[in-house]
Protein backbone atom coordinates (compact mmCIF):
# COMPACT_ATOMS: atom_id res chain seq x y z
CA UNK A 1 0.00 0.00 0.00
CA UNK A 2 0.93 3.43 -0.97
CA UNK A 3 -0.36 6.84 -0.24
CA UNK A 4 0.57 10.05 -1.85
CA UNK A 5 -0.02 13.69 -2.11
CA UNK A 6 -2.17 15.17 -4.18
CA UNK A 7 -0.75 16.39 -7.44
CA UNK A 8 2.01 13.53 -6.91
CA UNK A 9 0.08 11.34 -8.93
CA UNK A 10 -1.01 7.67 -7.75
CA UNK A 11 1.53 4.82 -8.35
CA UNK A 12 1.82 3.27 -11.83
CA UNK A 13 -0.46 -0.15 -12.12
CA UNK A 14 -2.15 0.57 -8.95
CA UNK A 15 -5.55 -1.45 -8.16
CA UNK A 16 -7.28 0.96 -6.07
CA UNK A 17 -7.25 4.41 -5.33
CA UNK A 18 -9.14 6.35 -2.38
CA UNK A 19 -9.44 9.56 -2.44
CA UNK A 20 -10.50 12.12 0.24
CA UNK A 21 -10.29 15.85 -0.39
CA UNK A 22 -11.02 19.42 1.01
CA UNK A 23 -10.07 22.23 -1.38
CA UNK A 24 -9.56 25.23 1.32
CA UNK A 25 -10.28 23.13 4.25
CA UNK A 26 -12.14 24.23 7.11
CA UNK A 27 -11.71 28.07 6.36
CA UNK A 28 -13.41 27.03 2.81
CA UNK A 29 -16.12 25.09 4.48
CA UNK A 30 -16.91 27.99 6.87
CA UNK A 31 -17.06 30.27 4.26
CA UNK A 32 -19.41 28.05 2.43
CA UNK A 33 -21.82 28.48 5.13
CA UNK A 34 -20.99 32.41 6.65
CA UNK A 35 -21.42 33.89 3.54
CA UNK A 36 -24.92 32.75 2.91
CA UNK A 37 -25.74 33.31 6.11
CA UNK A 38 -25.25 37.45 5.77
CA UNK A 39 -27.84 36.77 3.63
CA UNK A 40 -30.10 35.18 6.03
CA UNK A 41 -29.54 31.50 4.98
CA UNK A 42 -28.96 28.80 6.97
CA UNK A 43 -27.58 25.76 6.52
CA UNK A 44 -27.25 22.16 8.77
CA UNK A 45 -23.76 21.14 7.11
CA UNK A 46 -23.50 22.84 3.29
CA UNK A 47 -21.42 20.03 1.67
CA UNK A 48 -23.65 18.83 -0.38
CA UNK A 49 -26.52 21.05 -1.12
CA UNK A 50 -27.32 24.40 -0.86
CA UNK A 51 -24.93 27.57 -1.49
CA UNK A 52 -22.68 25.71 0.09
CA UNK A 53 -22.63 22.84 -1.46
CA UNK A 54 -22.95 24.52 -5.07
CA UNK A 55 -19.71 25.96 -4.03
CA UNK A 56 -17.82 23.28 -2.69
CA UNK A 57 -18.69 21.24 -6.10
CA UNK A 58 -16.96 24.21 -7.99
CA UNK A 59 -14.13 23.94 -5.85
CA UNK A 60 -13.86 20.57 -5.62
CA UNK A 61 -14.77 19.00 -9.17
CA UNK A 62 -11.55 20.06 -11.32
CA UNK A 63 -9.52 18.87 -8.55
CA UNK A 64 -11.12 15.39 -8.64
CA UNK A 65 -10.91 15.38 -12.02
CA UNK A 66 -7.17 16.12 -12.32
CA UNK A 67 -6.29 13.34 -9.94
CA UNK A 68 -9.04 10.86 -11.90
CA UNK A 69 -7.31 12.06 -15.22
CA UNK A 70 -4.01 10.61 -13.57
CA UNK A 71 -5.81 7.41 -13.01
CA UNK A 72 -6.32 7.20 -16.60
CA UNK A 73 -2.95 7.82 -17.44
CA UNK A 74 -1.25 5.69 -14.67
CA UNK A 75 -3.88 3.25 -13.87
CA UNK A 76 -6.73 2.85 -16.11
CA UNK A 77 -8.05 -0.43 -14.56
CA UNK A 78 -7.88 0.86 -11.07
CA UNK A 79 -11.16 1.69 -9.31
CA UNK A 80 -11.43 5.13 -7.52
CA UNK A 81 -13.02 5.54 -4.73
CA UNK A 82 -14.21 8.81 -3.64
CA UNK A 83 -15.70 9.71 -0.34
CA UNK A 84 -15.08 13.70 -0.43
CA UNK A 85 -18.69 15.93 -1.06
CA UNK A 86 -20.61 16.73 -2.12
CA UNK A 87 -20.71 12.83 -3.36
CA UNK A 88 -23.27 12.52 -6.36
CA UNK A 89 -21.85 15.75 -8.75
CA UNK A 90 -18.22 14.65 -8.02
CA UNK A 91 -18.92 10.55 -8.53
CA UNK A 92 -21.05 12.20 -11.53
CA UNK A 93 -18.38 14.19 -13.00
CA UNK A 94 -15.86 11.56 -12.81
CA UNK A 95 -17.78 9.08 -14.88
CA UNK A 96 -18.94 11.69 -17.23
CA UNK A 97 -15.57 13.08 -18.25
CA UNK A 98 -13.10 9.73 -18.32
CA UNK A 99 -13.20 6.48 -18.65
CA UNK A 100 -12.34 5.74 -14.91
CA UNK A 101 -14.12 3.19 -12.51
CA UNK A 102 -15.60 5.69 -9.87
CA UNK A 103 -17.66 5.15 -6.98
CA UNK A 104 -18.53 7.39 -4.61
CA UNK A 105 -18.47 6.09 -0.84
CA UNK A 106 -20.09 7.47 2.33
CA UNK A 107 -20.57 5.89 6.06
CA UNK A 108 -24.08 7.78 6.72
CA UNK A 109 -25.21 4.21 5.46
CA UNK A 110 -23.94 2.58 8.13
CA UNK A 111 -26.10 4.81 10.32
CA UNK A 112 -29.38 3.50 9.20
CA UNK A 113 -29.98 0.14 11.18
CA UNK A 114 -29.03 2.49 14.31
CA UNK A 115 -31.52 5.58 13.75
CA UNK A 116 -34.03 3.20 12.73
CA UNK A 117 -33.88 0.88 15.79
CA UNK A 118 -34.04 4.14 18.21
CA UNK A 119 -37.26 5.24 16.54
CA UNK A 120 -38.74 1.23 17.97
CA UNK A 121 -36.87 1.34 20.42
CA UNK A 122 -34.79 -2.15 20.12
CA UNK A 123 -30.97 -2.60 19.73
CA UNK A 124 -29.39 -1.69 16.16
CA UNK A 125 -27.98 -5.63 15.78
CA UNK A 126 -31.86 -6.57 14.91
CA UNK A 127 -32.24 -4.11 12.49
CA UNK A 128 -31.66 -4.71 8.71
CA UNK A 129 -32.53 -2.29 5.97
CA UNK A 130 -32.01 -1.71 2.45
CA UNK A 131 -32.16 2.03 1.03
CA UNK A 132 -32.35 3.50 -2.51
CA UNK A 133 -32.07 7.33 -3.19
CA UNK A 134 -28.92 9.53 -3.95
CA UNK A 135 -26.74 9.95 -1.17
CA UNK A 136 -27.82 11.94 1.60
CA UNK A 137 -31.14 11.66 0.50
CA UNK A 138 -32.14 7.99 0.18
CA UNK A 139 -35.38 6.12 1.42
CA UNK A 140 -35.67 2.80 3.11
CA UNK A 141 -37.34 0.87 0.94
CA UNK A 142 -37.27 -2.35 3.42
CA UNK A 143 -36.32 -3.23 6.40
CA UNK A 144 -36.36 -6.18 9.24
CA UNK A 145 -36.61 -6.37 12.88
CA UNK A 146 -35.74 -9.61 13.54
CA UNK A 147 -36.77 -10.97 10.32
CA UNK A 148 -40.01 -9.56 10.72
CA UNK A 149 -41.19 -6.97 8.43
CA UNK A 150 -40.00 -2.93 9.88
CA UNK A 151 -42.38 -1.11 8.04
CA UNK A 152 -46.01 -2.28 10.17
CA UNK A 153 -44.13 -2.04 13.40
CA UNK A 154 -43.07 1.82 12.57
CA UNK A 155 -46.29 2.61 11.33
CA UNK A 156 -47.98 1.28 14.72
CA UNK A 157 -45.63 3.34 16.67
CA UNK A 158 -46.32 6.47 14.51
CA UNK A 159 -50.15 6.15 14.91
CA UNK A 160 -49.82 5.48 18.85
CA UNK A 161 -47.40 7.98 19.56
CA UNK A 162 -46.97 10.52 16.67
CA UNK A 163 -43.73 12.14 15.65
CA UNK A 164 -41.25 13.60 17.58
CA UNK A 165 -42.04 17.67 17.82
CA UNK A 166 -37.85 18.14 18.02
CA UNK A 167 -34.88 16.41 17.38
CA UNK A 168 -33.54 13.21 15.67
CA UNK A 169 -36.68 12.02 13.50
CA UNK A 170 -38.66 15.28 13.75
CA UNK A 171 -37.52 15.61 9.95
CA UNK A 172 -37.38 11.90 8.69
CA UNK A 173 -40.93 10.81 10.34
CA UNK A 174 -42.86 13.84 9.30
CA UNK A 175 -41.67 12.91 5.82
CA UNK A 176 -42.41 9.20 5.87
CA UNK A 177 -45.86 10.35 6.81
CA UNK A 178 -46.18 12.07 3.44
CA UNK A 179 -44.28 9.95 1.06
CA UNK A 180 -44.16 6.32 2.63
CA UNK A 181 -40.37 5.68 2.77
CA UNK A 182 -38.29 6.87 6.13
CA UNK A 183 -35.76 9.54 4.46
CA UNK A 184 -32.00 9.04 5.56
CA UNK A 185 -28.98 9.20 6.77
CA UNK A 186 -30.19 11.65 9.44
CA UNK A 187 -32.82 14.67 9.82
CA UNK A 188 -29.59 17.29 9.65
CA UNK A 189 -29.13 15.70 5.97
CA UNK A 190 -32.29 15.19 4.81
CA UNK A 191 -33.72 18.73 6.16
CA UNK A 192 -31.34 20.66 3.58
CA UNK A 193 -33.01 18.85 0.47
CA UNK A 194 -35.92 20.70 1.59
CA UNK A 195 -35.29 24.22 2.36
CA UNK A 196 -38.58 25.40 1.96
CA UNK A 197 -40.09 23.02 4.56
CA UNK A 198 -37.21 22.62 6.90
CA UNK A 199 -34.63 25.23 6.75
CA UNK A 200 -35.82 28.76 5.51
CA UNK A 201 -37.81 31.18 7.37
CA UNK A 202 -36.45 30.20 10.85
CA UNK A 203 -37.52 27.03 11.34
CA UNK A 204 -34.77 25.24 11.80
CA UNK A 205 -35.02 25.71 15.73
CA UNK A 206 -38.87 24.42 16.00
CA UNK A 207 -37.61 20.97 14.92
CA UNK A 208 -34.22 21.21 16.88
CA UNK A 209 -32.09 20.67 13.99
CA UNK A 210 -28.90 22.15 14.08
CA UNK A 211 -27.40 25.06 12.74
CA UNK A 212 -23.90 24.54 11.30
CA UNK A 213 -20.83 24.08 12.53
CA UNK A 214 -22.75 22.23 15.22
CA UNK A 215 -21.89 18.85 15.97
CA UNK A 216 -20.03 18.60 12.81
CA UNK A 217 -16.03 18.33 12.38
CA UNK A 218 -15.63 21.90 11.06
CA UNK A 219 -16.40 22.94 14.53
CA UNK A 220 -13.09 24.90 15.22
CA UNK A 221 -13.56 23.38 19.12
CA UNK A 222 -14.50 19.65 17.84
CA UNK A 223 -11.30 19.55 15.95
CA UNK A 224 -8.78 21.10 18.58
CA UNK A 225 -8.14 17.29 20.56
CA UNK A 226 -8.39 15.39 17.38
CA UNK A 227 -5.74 17.59 15.03
CA UNK A 228 -3.45 17.39 18.23
CA UNK A 229 -3.84 13.63 18.54
CA UNK A 230 -3.20 13.58 15.01
CA UNK A 231 0.18 15.92 15.75
CA UNK A 232 1.29 12.89 18.00
CA UNK A 233 0.56 10.15 16.21
CA UNK A 234 2.45 12.07 12.66
CA UNK A 235 5.29 13.10 15.25
CA UNK A 236 5.59 9.55 17.14
CA UNK A 237 4.75 10.69 20.15
CA UNK A 238 1.53 8.35 20.18
CA UNK A 239 0.75 5.19 18.58
CA UNK A 240 -1.70 4.63 15.46
CA UNK A 241 -3.76 2.50 17.51
CA UNK A 242 -4.94 5.39 19.60
CA UNK A 243 -7.06 6.87 16.82
CA UNK A 244 -9.12 3.71 16.95
CA UNK A 245 -10.28 4.47 20.04
CA UNK A 246 -12.30 7.45 18.68
CA UNK A 247 -15.73 6.53 18.96
CA UNK A 248 -17.05 6.01 15.02
CA UNK A 249 -13.20 6.55 13.26
CA UNK A 250 -13.00 2.74 12.55
CA UNK A 251 -16.46 2.52 10.87
CA UNK A 252 -14.85 5.52 9.12
CA UNK A 253 -12.59 3.67 7.26
CA UNK A 254 -13.69 0.37 7.10
CA UNK A 255 -16.06 0.61 4.49
CA UNK A 256 -13.54 0.78 1.92
CA UNK A 257 -11.32 -2.03 3.27
CA UNK A 258 -14.13 -4.79 2.97
CA UNK A 259 -14.81 -3.89 -0.54
CA UNK A 260 -11.25 -3.63 -1.61
CA UNK A 261 -11.17 -7.26 0.42
CA UNK A 262 -14.24 -8.02 -1.23
CA UNK A 263 -12.66 -7.03 -4.83
CA UNK A 264 -8.92 -8.31 -4.35
CA UNK A 265 -9.25 -11.50 -2.72
CA UNK A 266 -13.07 -12.43 -4.11
CA UNK A 267 -14.83 -12.41 -0.59
CA UNK A 268 -18.17 -11.84 -1.83
CA UNK A 269 -20.31 -9.28 -0.22
CA UNK A 270 -23.36 -7.10 -0.54
CA UNK A 271 -22.05 -3.89 0.49
CA UNK A 272 -25.08 -1.54 2.19
CA UNK A 273 -24.38 1.55 0.00
CA UNK A 274 -22.49 2.75 -3.09
CA UNK A 275 -22.69 5.52 -5.09
CA UNK A 276 -23.00 3.95 -8.94
CA UNK A 277 -24.39 5.29 -12.26
CA UNK A 278 -27.74 4.52 -12.37
CA UNK A 279 -28.31 2.80 -15.74
CA UNK A 280 -31.74 1.26 -14.74
CA UNK A 281 -31.24 0.46 -11.54
CA UNK A 282 -33.64 2.76 -10.55
CA UNK A 283 -35.94 3.03 -13.08
CA UNK A 284 -37.85 6.39 -13.00
CA UNK A 285 -34.45 8.26 -11.90
CA UNK A 286 -32.56 9.01 -15.42
CA UNK A 287 -29.94 6.72 -16.42
CA UNK A 288 -26.91 8.98 -16.56
CA UNK A 289 -27.63 10.06 -12.85
CA UNK A 290 -25.62 8.59 -9.83
CA UNK A 291 -27.51 6.61 -7.01
CA UNK A 292 -26.40 5.35 -4.06
CA UNK A 293 -27.70 1.59 -3.57
CA UNK A 294 -26.76 -1.94 -1.99
CA UNK A 295 -24.15 -3.50 -4.20
CA UNK A 296 -23.26 -7.32 -4.49
CA UNK A 297 -19.27 -6.92 -4.53
CA UNK A 298 -17.07 -9.95 -5.45
CA UNK A 299 -13.65 -10.08 -8.00
CA UNK A 300 -15.71 -9.83 -10.38
CA UNK A 301 -16.84 -6.25 -9.52
CA UNK A 302 -19.24 -4.13 -8.22
CA UNK A 303 -23.38 -4.88 -9.33
CA UNK A 304 -25.79 -2.56 -7.97
CA UNK A 305 -29.14 -4.24 -6.80
CA UNK A 306 -32.23 -3.52 -8.68
CA UNK A 307 -34.19 -1.86 -6.01
CA UNK A 308 -37.27 -0.64 -8.18
CA UNK A 309 -38.63 2.38 -9.06
CA UNK A 310 -39.07 5.13 -5.74
CA UNK A 311 -42.35 6.47 -5.29
CA UNK A 312 -43.35 8.95 -7.74
CA UNK A 313 -43.67 12.13 -4.74
CA UNK A 314 -40.04 11.28 -4.14
CA UNK A 315 -38.05 10.31 -7.72
CA UNK A 316 -39.69 13.87 -8.06
CA UNK A 317 -37.37 15.69 -5.50
CA UNK A 318 -34.28 13.32 -6.65
CA UNK A 319 -34.43 13.85 -10.05
CA UNK A 320 -34.60 17.56 -9.72
CA UNK A 321 -31.71 17.49 -8.11
CA UNK A 322 -30.20 15.13 -10.42
CA UNK A 323 -30.65 17.80 -12.98
CA UNK A 324 -29.27 20.70 -10.69
CA UNK A 325 -26.14 18.84 -9.89
CA UNK A 326 -25.62 18.31 -13.77
CA UNK A 327 -26.06 22.41 -14.20
CA UNK A 328 -23.22 22.76 -11.48
CA UNK A 329 -20.69 20.28 -12.82
CA UNK A 330 -21.10 22.09 -16.30
CA UNK A 331 -20.40 25.46 -14.10
CA UNK A 332 -17.39 24.13 -12.47
CA UNK A 333 -16.07 22.91 -15.72
CA UNK A 334 -16.35 26.55 -17.80
CA UNK A 335 -16.12 28.78 -15.18
CA UNK A 336 -19.60 29.89 -16.67
CA UNK A 337 -21.41 32.65 -14.46
CA UNK A 338 -24.95 31.92 -15.88
CA UNK A 339 -24.65 28.08 -15.10
CA UNK A 340 -23.52 28.85 -11.37
CA UNK A 341 -26.08 31.07 -11.44
CA UNK A 342 -28.89 29.12 -12.64
CA UNK A 343 -27.68 26.24 -10.14
CA UNK A 344 -28.40 28.56 -7.30
CA UNK A 345 -31.93 28.95 -8.39
CA UNK A 346 -32.96 25.00 -8.86
CA UNK A 347 -31.52 24.99 -5.43
CA UNK A 348 -34.04 26.72 -3.27
CA UNK A 349 -32.19 28.41 -0.93
CA UNK A 350 -32.41 31.73 -2.14
CA UNK A 351 -35.46 34.33 -2.24
CA UNK A 352 -34.70 36.16 -5.27
CA UNK A 353 -32.80 35.92 -8.64
CA UNK A 354 -31.26 39.43 -7.13
CA UNK A 355 -30.13 37.89 -3.69
CA UNK A 356 -28.85 34.64 -6.21
CA UNK A 357 -26.45 36.77 -8.10
CA UNK A 358 -24.95 38.90 -5.30
CA UNK A 359 -24.45 36.12 -3.35
CA UNK A 360 -22.77 34.07 -5.92
CA UNK A 361 -20.31 37.08 -6.39
CA UNK A 362 -19.50 37.47 -3.17
CA UNK A 363 -18.79 33.54 -2.82
CA UNK A 364 -16.87 33.74 -5.54
CA UNK A 365 -15.09 36.49 -4.53
CA UNK A 366 -14.33 35.34 -1.05
CA UNK A 367 -13.07 31.84 -2.11
CA UNK A 368 -11.27 33.09 -5.05
CA UNK A 369 -7.70 31.33 -3.78
CA UNK A 370 -9.14 28.15 -4.16
CA UNK A 371 -10.98 28.19 -7.68
CA UNK A 372 -9.77 27.92 -11.18
CA UNK A 373 -7.99 30.70 -12.80
CA UNK A 374 -10.73 30.89 -15.49
CA UNK A 375 -13.31 32.21 -13.16
CA UNK A 376 -11.90 35.93 -12.83
CA UNK A 377 -10.69 35.97 -16.60
CA UNK A 378 -11.07 39.38 -17.62
CA UNK A 379 -11.92 40.57 -14.10
Same mark, same amino acid.
Given at each position: ????? $??????????? +?????????????? #????????????????????????????????? %????????????????? &???????????? =? +???????????????? /?????????? #???????????????????? @??? /?? @???????? #????????????????????????? =???????????????? /???? &????? @????????? &????? $????????? &?????????????? @??? %??????????? !????????? !??????????? !???????????????? $???????????? $????????????????????????????????????????? =?? %????? +?????????? #????????????????????
Amino acid at each position: MRSTW $IGGGPSRGADF +VIVTIGVGGVRATH #LDVEVPRRYGIEQTVGDTVGPGGVMRALRHVPA %LLEIARDVEDLCPDAYL &FNYSNPLTPLTR =A +VRRETRVKAYGLCTGV /FAVSYILASY #LGVESGRVKARVSGINHLYG @VVH /FT @VEGEPGYP #LLREQVEREGVPRRGEGAVALRLYR =AFGLVPMPDDRHVAEF /FPHL &FILGG @VMERYGIPR &FPEGT $IYDYGARRP &FEELLRRVASGQAP @VEE %LLKIRGLEEEG !IGVVRLMEA !IALDREMVFPG !INVPNDGVVPNLPSWG $IVEEPAHVDSSG $IRPLHMGPLPKGIAGVLAQRLAQYEVTIDAALSGDRDLALQ =AL %LMDGY +VSSPDQAEEL #LEEMLKAEREWLPSYWFQGR
